[in-house]
Every structure is written in structure tokens, then in C-alpha cells.
């Protein structure tokens, strides 16, 4: 039987142009958005790489100087930019922070064009000024990016139910059911066989356009295998769900167009609707402490800092006995007093600070223990994790950045109190920044939606075996 | 026979389970969209009202202080909620909402809410304009697909046809069975939502006529739909084929589209990155004037200037404090820089803006959205002006500031203070929106292309009522 229900399945597919219209829908609409997602992923590689040779001709530019001053030579730039200053190479002279694409960046632009890819801290500025904004039109990011992640999650199981609505419903429409019913086999497994003969059919296309969209786009699917594989299984399981769904409307709703209009709703609230809703659930159990609070606290702060300045710094050298000794000329200027209160209000203002994080981290948890409800999210998140490009990412380049910035500060530190100058050979000494990943494991996505696919298989078979004695024939 | 036809599709609808349902699951979610959106609206508020009048205590309580280090002490301006957003949030969450405005910098507008949210946000809020937007165009194509093809299932067709009945007179009977319970859901929403804004105190501006406005492009929007799904309905064979081609045309409408259109607007005119930027601009600013750089050239040249036109050749000698002078100077040049540059900004999204009106040809809902953000003050545009406004405050206080520096003190005299009581004496930065007028010819073109959209498709509908 399955061998003749396969047959059939490919030539009706054939004929009625279903294999051929969908291998078109599919190419254009994975080519489309696979060329977005690079030209995304090109034009965030080339702003860091502008940022890096900038640096570097930069670099270049402040050891010549360095050269002439230490040969004892006029120069002319001004005063407080010359970088025997300690503070001059501190702040004019960042180094490039940077947060590197991933292989797979181009499957979901996620929060990638909400947030800054480099950012340069200097050792003046503060963390809570350091901005990780991104400089973005509010409408682009109000309509989305058209990436691979939109066609996947958002496009593909619109196309599943244009497919799957009516396999059962059409026979009953055309009168062929009472045929098919005097065949040696359950109605179920019937709907089951060829449904899985579509699936089976949709995840050939699919796999074929976006091997063949790689390839014509110059990316090679097989460099990472095991992360493309990653997202092959992804689809297929996130695909299968959907066919599961429409296993269970077809057996248990009536009419094609009442199928159809079952799970375009299934869509609305797995799609649309699950997702805001426990977006704005997460926000209310767990609200973001005002912004506009917090730069008052900020102020007031700041303000009473910057009157206690002198004192500030007579603590802070109390606490760091080796600049007094080190420094025989004991001279204190500005950036002396600024750095100690900046240390300061720094370690002040960190509660406030972190609140936020806190606060994201429990939104994130939140979503964690309820994601399972919509396939959507699932599928989303894993594949923003593939691409680098979730809040978590963002968050981690973040904290990443402001140890950095840290660090950098605290570079500068002993040869600030120790009032020593900087000079040529302190150049290469100068710490720098490497983005580490944190890879999360696919599989736990995968397995979750393979674990509600086949969930939802069984209650398929389990209410249509209960329901038997209300013959599907005499429905509708 | 358009009123026999539309009571006899009104009848239908009503009896018909699935259309209860939708109808009320789309009632019940706008009231919790509404809800929440109003309780989203005075938290906003409140927070506002708060943080603007502790920044100013912040700011008149400086104490004795140097006019100029009071500029770089700086202050805040913060972005009101207006009482539209109730319907529309259009870019808020995404724009930032306080602007520091200090001195020789213009700042960008901080903390967007998007950004303090899990990447769930991005899947979009439940909010009234969601709901208006997205849900009810799926409203119509559920209540019409079945419209013309249902007499096809049922053989009623023939029926019909052998009672000579006038093709255009049929149609407007479905059309005002469709269109009716729509404009009723919409009129009481919006009726719901103006009452609403009406009773809640100190809620800004709300006016009526800009909630009618807001009321007109909905309809005008539905209608198009409306008329779309009709037509589909008359030109196909079958129910589900009617259904699934209605779908499609909601998808690349409205989630397509808008989509594409981003990315295309994106890659053709992009903005700069914020570093790209800041670069730009230091790199302008350092070809001026700097006013705390008295060695520079055009530091010595402004000074030869200025002694000439006194007619006295030492700076002390002239009637008010150089250094004063030279920091206003400096500001005027380092704005123009800003302006400059913004302006760029402004350039590129406006060659955006024509990105998204081209491709308002294949979608309606792109013109609905721009004209509903604009009109509830939620729009790019509107962020722009607050920009724009705060930028101007920021320049009058950069010379309140040194002004009060020049003429109080005396050149080199870089220890004077301002009296405790100067910070008072500048006025409190203000800020209105734009009328409905203005917004209204400021959106002609979208306004043209949303009537263009209305007429064809009803001319296209009118059209194919012959041959059904």
C-alpha cells in the first residue's frame, strides 16, 4: 500500500504542478533572504575592519610621535593629545572592541540590528555611557529584517498548510473517499502515509533549494558540517511539527475550508500570538526598572561625587599605599581626582546597574520555562543562537566589553598615579580585545520539537481510534 | 437586492459558529491590547512626569558654579507619551526616550525600550495597532472568502442567474454584509478608546478630530481589503482555493513586504554605523573652531577679528570676557557640524522613505502604518521633531551659559562663578507635537497612495461584478 500510495502521491504532486510551483516559491524566497542575511553579515564585517585599520594607522601616527618626543623634538599637536600622556593614549587611542561574525550570522539578523558590533572604551568615559545601540532607522527595526529565520519560522508552514489542509477533506469532496475506504487500510493511516509522503516530498525541496541557494550564493554547506546539519535538523523537525498539526486538524475537522481556516488560527496563536503574549507577560511579572529614573540617580550621584572629589582621592591613594611610594613627585592634577571618583561612582552605581541584568536574565528565564507553547519560539531562539545572534550574545559581548573597558582603565592606572609617562616601548604591552563565543547546544531544540511532533501524532491516533464509531464517512 | 442579499448574508455570518468565535476572540484581545497599552501609557507617564521635574531640581540646584561647567554638567530632556499611542505605539519601543544635552555634543536620543527586552520582542507586542493592523485584515478574509464561491459549492449560482439579478446591485450586498460588522468593530474600539482618553486626567493633547483621522485610514484600509477578498472570492473556483489565495495576499501585504521593503531601504541607503558617525563628526569638528583651544588658528584668527572690530589691541580690554566669547563661537561652529551630519541622517531616511512608498504598490498596509504612526505621534518623523527640538534647547542654553560667562567676568578670569540663583533663570525646555494639519501635509504622499489603493481596487471590483 505504501508503495502505491508513493506513487501516486508524486504524480498527482506532478501534475498538479505542486512540486514545481513550491520549488520555485522556495528558491526565490530562501535566495532572497540568504542575500540579505550576507549582505548584512559584509557590511558588519567590513565596519569592523574599517574600525581595525583605522586603529591601526592611528597607531601608527602616536609611535612617530612618541618617537619625537622621546628624540626631544617640537611637536605640533596639541597639548593634552601628545601621548606621553598615559590619559592622551587612554583616550584617543582605544583599542577596537569588537564582536566578530559567526559562520552562520546570516540565517537570523535577531537583535543584530538593535545592537552595536564595536564599540571603543576609553579610559575617561564611563560604563553606563558606553553605548551599545546601534545607529538604526526605528522603522527598520519596527519591520524586521526578511531573513532566512522569517522564511523558516514565519513563510514555511504557510506553505505546509496551503499543502496539507485538504488531503483528507478533498477526497471527501470529490467523492473518492468511499473508494479509498474500501481499500485494505485505516483511515488514519492512510491520512498518516500521505502526509508523510508530503513532508517527505517538501523536506527534499527544501533541503535541494537551500543547498542549491549556497552554493550560487558562494557559501559551501558542508565547511561547517555539523552547524549545517544543526540547521537542516532544525527545519525538518519544525517542519514536521506542523504536519503533525495538520495530521491532527485533518483527521478531526471537517471541510477543506474549515481545515484551513483551523490552522491558519493554529498559526496565528503559535506564530503571533503565544509569543507577544508571553513577551509582554514576562514584562509585567518582571518590569524593567525606568531609564529615566535611573539617569536621575546617576545625576545626583555624580553631583555629590564631583563636590567630594579631593577627599575621594586622599581615600583612594590611602588604599593604594604603592603610588605614593612609587611617585617622588607626588604631583596631583585633574584626571588624578577624576579617575578615583570615577572608580567611585562606578562601584556606587553597579547595583543599579546590574538590576537591569538581573531583570533581563529573569525575562529570559521566563521565556525558558515557557517557550515549549510555541514551536515559533523555539525555533527562533535556537536559530539566533546558530547565528550569534541572540540577547544572550548581545549580552555576553556586553559584559565581555565592560571587563575590557576595566581592564584598559586599570592599564592606565599605575602609570597615571605613579606619574610615569608612556613611551614606545609600553606600546606593545597594550591589552586587547578578542570576542569569545559562548556556543549553546542545538540539540535540546531539536529534540523538544521532535518530542511535540510526535506528542501530537499520538493524540491524533489516540482521539481518532475513540472516535471510531462516528465514522469519518458520515461526517460533514 | 442589496438589502435582500445583505440581511440574508448578515443572517448567515451571525449563525455561522466560526464567525461568533473570531469575532469575539478579536473583541476580547483589543480590550486586552487597549488595557494594557493604557496601564503602559501612565507608567510612561508617571516615570516622565517624575524624572523631568528631579532633573530640573537636579539642574537649579547646581550651586555656585562656572557658567561653562554648568554646560558640561549638562541636563536631560526627556520624550513625552502622547495620548494616540494608546492605539498606535508605531516606533516607540524601538526610539530611544531621554537626550543629554550637554555642551559642544549633540547627543542621540538613549534607551529604547527594545533594547532592555529579550529577543522575544522582536515577535511584536500585543497591541491595539497589532490587532488593527494584522488581525482584523484576517478578520475580513475569514468572514469573505467564502462570499461568491459558497453559491458555486452550493448551486445556488444558477439560481441566482436564472433571477436576472443585476451583477453590481449583488455585489454591493455582500460588500455592506461584509463592511458593516467590520465598521462596527472598529467604531467601537476607537468610540471605546477616545472615551477612554477622554475621562483620564492630565493625558496631554488628545484631540477628536485626530482620533477621526486615525478612525478614516483604518476604514479606508479595511475597505481595500474588503474589496480585495471580494474579488478573489468572485474570480476563483472553490472555497479553499479562494481562502489559501486570500492568505497570500495577506502574507506579502502584510508581513512580506514590509519586511523586503526594510531590507531593500537598508542596503541602498544605509545609515552609518554609531562610530562610523562619531568619527565623521570629530573629524569635521576639528577643522573649526574649538572653544577650549585658545592656540589653535582659528582660535588666533577669531581673536585679530574680534580686536579689530573693537578697535583695541589686547583681549583684556575688551568690553566682556573672551573666553566666554570664544566657548559661544566654538558651540555655534561645532551645531553646524551636527546639523550637517544629522542632516546626512535625515537625507538617507528619506531616500528610505521612498524605498517604502515604492513598494506600497504591492501593499496597503504600508501607508496605513506610516499614517497611523503619524498621526498618533508615534512616528520616525515625530521622534525627529523631539530631536530637532531638543537640539535647539540645547544651542539657547549653550548660550544662556556663556553669554552669562562673557559679560559677567573679565578675560583669564576662568575662577568666576555664577550666582546660585543664575540656573533658574533658564526656561524649562518644552516641547508640542506637531498639529494634525501639519502631519496630514506632511503625509500627502501616503494619503495619495492609500486613495489610489481605494479606488482601484474598488473600480477593479465594480469591474469584474459583470462576469461573474
Same mark, same amino acid.
Not at chain 2, 572653544?291 to 589653535?296: M, R
Not at chain 2, 540663583?421 to 533658574?424: I, L, P
Given at each position: 500500500m505504501l508503495s502505491y500510495n508513493f506513487k501516486y502521491e508524486l504524480k498527482l504532486l506532478l501534475r498538479s504542478r505542486w512540486i514545481q510551483l513550491l520549488s520555485i516559491v522556495l528558491l526565490l524566497l530562501f535566495g532572497f533572504s540568504v542575500y540579505n542575511g550576507m549582505q548584512k553579515v559584509e557590511k558588519r564585517q567590513n565596519d569592523i575592519a574599517a574600525a581595525q585599520q583605522e586603529v591601526k594607522e592611528n597607531d601608527a601616527m602616536m609611535l612617530k610621535l612618541l618617537d619625537s618626543v622621546e628624540r626631544g623634538m617640537e611637536v605640533s599637536a596639541s597639548p593634552w593629545t601628545i601621548p606621553t600622556s598615559p590619559m592622551a593614549v587612554g583616550n584617543y587611542h582605544p583599542r577596537v572592541a569588537a564582536m566578530e561574525t559567526q559562520?552562520?550570522?546570516?540565517v537570523s539578523t535577531g537583535q543584530a540590528d538593535l545592537f552595536t558590533h564595536y564599540v571603543k572604551p576609553t579610559v575617561a568615559g564611563d560604563d553606563f555611557a558606553l553605548?551599545?545601540?546601534?545607529?538604526?532607522?526605528p522603522v527598520q527595526l519596527l519591520f524586521g529584517s526578511f531573513d532566512l529565520a522569517f522564511v523558516i519560522i514565519y513563510l514555511l508552514p504557510l506553505l505546509i498548510i496551503a499543502f496539507s489542509y485538504n488531503v483528507l477533506s478533498s477526497e471527501k469532496e470529490s467523492g473518492s473517499l468511499r473508494l479509498l475506504a474500501a481499500?485494505?487500510?485505516g483511515i488514519q493511516n492512510w491520512v498518516l502515509q500521505k502526509l508523510g509522503l508530503r513532508f517527505f516530498w517538501l523536506s527534499v525541496l527544501v533541503i535541494a533549494a537551500l543547498i542549491i541557494v549556497f552554493l550560487s550564493l558562494?557559501?559551501?554547506?558542508?565547511?561547517g558540517t555539523t552547524l549545517f546539519f544543526g540547521l537542516l535538523g532544525l527545519i525538518l523537525v519544525y517542519m514536521l511539527f506542523w504536519f503533525a498539526l495538520a495530521f491532527l486538524v485533518n483527521l478531526w475537522v471537517g471541510s477543506s475550508a474549515k481545515n484551513a481556516v483551523a490552522m491558519l488560527g493554529l498559526w496565528v496563536v503559535f506564530v503571533l500570538l503565544v509569543p507577544s503574549v508571553l513577551n509582554q507577560l514576562g514584562n509585567t511579572i518582571y518590569p524593567m526598572p525606568s531609564r529615566t529614573l535611573m539617569i536621575n540617580e546617576m545625576r545626583s550621584l555624580k553631583a555629590e561625587v564631583t563636590k567630594k572629589q579631593d577627599e575621594i582621592l586622599d581615600n583612594f591613594l590611602r588604599d593604594h599605599p604603592e603610588y605614593a611610594l612609587n611617585d617622588t613627585t607626588q604631583s596631583r592634577g585633574f584626571y588624578h581626582r577624576y579617575m578615583a571618583s570615577q572608580k567611585l561612582v562606578k562601584e556606587e552605581l553597579s547595583p543599579v546597574v546590574n538590576a537591569y541584568e538581573e531583570q533581563l536574565q529573569k525575562q529570559q528565564h521566563w521565556i525558558g520555562r515557557f517557550k515549549w507553547i510555541s514551536p515559533a519560539i523555539i525555533a527562533q531562539e535556537s536559530l539566533n543562537h546558530m547565528a550569534g545572534t541572540s540577547t544572550q550574545d548581545y549580552e555576553n559581548f556586553r559584559k565581555q566589553v565592560i571587563a575590557f573597558a576595566g581592564t584598559w582603565r586599570e592599564h592606565f592606572m599605575p602609570f597615571l598615579y605613579n606619574n610615569q609617562n608612556f613611551s614606545q616601548k609600553d606600546y606593545p604591552n597594550l591589552p586587547s580585545f578578542t570576542y569569545i563565543q559562548k556556543s549553546q547546544s542545538r540539540l535540546s531544540a531539536i529534540l523538544l520539537l521532535l518530542g511535540m511532533a510526535i506528542g501530537l501524532f499520538g493524540l491524533g491516533f489516540l482521539v481518532s481510534k475513540k472516535g471510531k464509531h462516528v465514522s469519518i464517512l458520515n461526517q460533514g | 437586492m442589496i438589502s435582500k442579499t445583505f440581511l440574508k448574508e448578515t443572517k448567515e455570518l451571525l449563525r455561522d459558529g466560526r464567525v461568533r468565535i473570531a469575532i469575539i476572540i478579536v473583541l476580547s484581545l483589543l480590550g486586552v491590547a487597549v488595557w494594557i497599552s493604557a496601564r503602559h501609557y501612565q507608567n510612561v507617564n508617571e516615570q516622565y512626569a517624575l524624572a523631568k521635574t528631579a532633573e530640573r531640581g537636579i539642574w537649579d540646584n547646581q550651586?555656585?558654579?562656572?557658567p561653562h561647567s554648568a554646560a558640561h554638567y549638562g541636563t536631560y530632556a526627556f520624550k513625552p507619551k502622547y495620548p494616540l499611542s494608546l492605539v498606535d505605539q508605531g516606533v516607540d519601543k524601538y526610539a530611544g526616550t531621554s537626550i543629554f544635552l550637554e555642551a559642544h555634543k549633540r547627543n542621540e536620543a538613549q534607551f529604547s525600550a527594545a533594547a532592555d527586552q529579550?529577543?522575544?520582542a522582536r515577535f511584536g507586542d500585543l497591541t491595539p495597532d497589532f490587532i488593527l493592523l494584522f488581525i482584523i485584515p484576517l478578520l475580513i478574509i475569514l468572514l469573505?472568502?467564502?462570499?461568491f464561491t459558497k453559491e458555486r459549492e452550493m448551486g445556488t449560482l444558477t439560481l441566482l442567474k436564472s433571477q436576472g439579478i443585476s451583477g453590481w446591485k449583488w455585489l454591493m450586498g455582500k460588500w455592506a454584509a461584509l463592511f458593516l460588522p467590520i465598521f462596527g468593530i472598529t467604531a467601537v474600539v476607537f468610540l471605546l478608546a477616545g472615551v477612554l482618553l477622554g475621562n !483620564?486626567?492630565?493625558?496631554g493633547v488628545f484631540r477628536w478630530n485626530s482620533l477621526l483621522m486615525l478612525f478614516l485610514v483604518y476604514m479606508a484600509y479595511y475597505i481595500i481589503f474588503i474589496n480585495i477578498v471580494l474579488l478573489i472570492s468572485s474570480r476563483t473556483k472553490k472555497s479553499g482555493i479562494s481562502l489559501v489565495v486570500s492568505l497570500c495576499v495577506w502574507i506579502i501585504t502584510c508581513l512580506a513586504a514590509p519586511k523586503a521593503a526594510s531590507n531593500i531601504a537598508e542596503t541602498k541607503h544605509p545609515y552609518p554605523t554609531r562610530q562610523e558617525f562619531a568619527a565623521n563628526v570629530l573629524k569635521d569638528k576639528k577643522e573649526g573652531l574649538d572653544?577650549?583651544?585658545?592656540?589653535?588658528k582659528e582660535a588666533k584668527l577669531l581673536e585679530e577679528q574680534v580686536l579689530r572690530e573693537y578697535g583695541v589691541?589686547?583681549?583684556?580690554? !575688551?568690553?566682556?570676557n573672551f573666553d566666554g566669547y570664544r566657548m559661544q563661537k566654538g558651540e555655534e561652529h561645532q551645531a553646524e557640524v551636527y546639523f550637517k551630519h544629522y542632516n546626512y541622517l535625515k537625507e538617507q531616511y528619506t531616500q528610505q522613505s521612498r524605498v517604502y512608498k515604492g513598494l506600497a504598490a504591492i501593499s496597503p498596509y504600508l501607508p496605513t502604518r506610516f499614517l497611523s504612526m503619524a498621526i498618533a505621534h508615534t512616528d520616525y518623523d515625530t521622534h525627529w521633531d523631539f530631536a530637532d527640538a531638543a537640539e535647539t534647547y540645547r544651542i539657547a542654553t549653550q548660550k544662556f551659559l556663556n553669554d552669562n560667562f562673557a559679560v559677567n567676568s573679565s578675560y583669564g578670569e576662568w575662577s568666576y562663578r555664577a550666582d546660585a540663583?543664575?540656573?533658574?533663570e533658564l526656561p524649562a525646555f518644552e516641547y508640542n507635537p506637531p498639529e494634525l494639519n501639519t502631519i496630514l501635509s506632511r503625509n500627502s504622499s501616503n494619503l495619495g497612495i492609500l486613495g489610489i489603493w481605494l479606488l482601484a481596487s474598488f473600480g477593479l471590483l465594480l469591474f469584474t461584478s459583470k462576469t461573474i
Open positions: 559562520s552562520m550570522s546570516f553605548n551599545f545601540a546601534e545607529m538604526t532607522s481499500q485494505p487500510i558562494g557559501l559551501n554547506p558542508f565547511a | 550651586g555656585e558654579k562656572n529579550t529577543g522575544l469573505g472568502y467564502n462570499s !483620564l486626567s492630565d493625558f572653544g577650549h583651544n585658545p592656540w589653535s589691541d589686547s583681549l583684556h580690554q !575688551l568690553p566682556f540663583t543664575t540656573w533658574k
